[in-house]
């Protein structure tokens, strides 16, 4: 990584931070490179006095903000107010693909429970359709080698996800395990998500639906830009 991409990372995080956190809040924080970033604002301003508590959506963001001194709340300890996280892929229509630090399920959640979900990206991460990047599939390993044949009926290129120190399957903070799935380009995110959470043994995937979505923040060379609302949400 960059000293510039990072660079952009931490300023469109600032952004969302500074401009969608109140004081007195609760508040959900995301997993991956560029959420770390909206850990380090919301510790500044912690660090400042405001009062702000944090719904960690990982093991990896609860440490974080633990050593930064943020407060903690666990889910549906008390309402959230926003939550912010990046995404791997955002769509024209907002729909995301997420996952790719394995905390799909917890960002999931958290975001759907939050009153406002911002997401926070750089602009390689916009694309017109889902699919250039592999959809994780978290699965409970029990059932794990069924349902990776199940996917593998209609879509053959499915991967369980490794560890890149050891190569040891990768383990969820639930305990499970994520298939990698290429799909190609997804027409439809909403009913692939509703196919593969209807395999038993399939516990969330890391396609978002673009109501979930309130605001996408871009971080750019000129500064960070919020994108207008996609056509189909415009009533």
């Given at each position: 990584?960059?000293?510039?991409?990072?660079?952009?990372?931490?300023?469109?995080?600032?952004?969302?931070?500074?401009?969608?956190?109140?004081?007195?809040?609760?508040?959900?924080?995301?997993?991956?490179?560029?959420?770390?970033?909206?850990?380090?604002?919301?510790?500044?301003?912690?660090?400042?006095?405001?009062?702000?508590?944090?719904?960690?959506?990982?093991?990896?963001?609860?440490?974080?903000?633990?050593?930064?001194?943020?407060?903690?709340?666990?889910?549906?300890?008390?309402?959230?107010?926003?939550?912010?996280?990046?995404?791997?892929?955002?769509?024209?229509?907002w729909s995301l693909t997420k996952g790719g630090g394995g905390a799909l399920f917890r960002e999931k959640a958290v975001a759907l429970a939050a009153g406002?979900?911002?997401?926070?990206?750089?602009?390689?991460?916009?694309?017109?359709?889902?699919?250039?990047?592999?959809?994780?599939?978290?699965?409970?390993?029990?059932?794990?080698?069924?349902?990776?044949?199940?996917?593998?009926?209609?879509?053959?290129?499915?991967?369980?996800?490794?560890?890149?120190?050891?190569?040891?399957?990768?383990?969820?903070?639930?305990?499970?395990?994520?298939?990698?799935?290429?799909?190609?380009?997804?027409?439809?995110?909403?009913?692939?998500?509703?196919?593969?959470?209807?395999?038993?043994?399939?516990?969330?995937?890391?396609?978002?639906?673009?109501?979930?979505?309130?605001?996408?923040?871009?971080?750019?060379?000129?500064?960070?830009?919020?994108?207008?609302?996609?056509?189909?949400?415009?009533?």
């Amino acid at each position: 990584m960059t000293d510039q991409a990072d660079e952009l990372k931490r300023a469109v995080s600032f952004a969302a931070v500074d401009r969608y956190v109140r004081a007195g809040t609760c508040i959900g924080l995301g997993t991956g490179t560029t959420a770390r970033w909206a850990i380090v604002r919301v510790g500044e301003r912690v660090a400042r006095g405001e009062s702000i508590v944090v719904v960690p959506t990982s093991g990896a963001t609860e440490r974080e903000c633990r050593e930064l001194g943020i407060p903690l709340a666990a889910l549906g300890e008390r309402e959230i107010d926003v939550a912010i996280d990046g995404a791997d892929e955002v769509a024209a229509d907002w729909s995301l693909t997420k996952g790719g630090g394995g905390a799909l399920f917890r960002e999931k959640a958290v975001a759907l429970a939050a009153g406002t979900f911002v997401v926070v990206v750089t602009p390689e991460k916009l694309v017109a359709r889902l699919g250039a990047f592999a959809t994780p599939v978290e699965v409970v390993p029990f059932t794990l080698r069924i349902v990776a044949r199940a996917i593998e009926a209609a879509h053959p290129e499915v991967r369980v996800r490794r560890r890149g120190d050891d190569g040891a399957p990768f383990v969820t903070d639930n305990g499970n395990a994520i298939l990698d799935c290429s799909f190609g380009p997804i027409d439809d995110p909403l009913a692939l998500d509703v196919s593969l959470r209807a395999i038993h043994g399939v516990v969330a995937t890391g396609l978002f639906p673009s109501a979930l979505t309130s605001a996408v923040l871009v971080a750019e060379s000129g500064g960070v830009r919020a994108l207008g609302e996609p056509h189909a949400r415009r009533t």
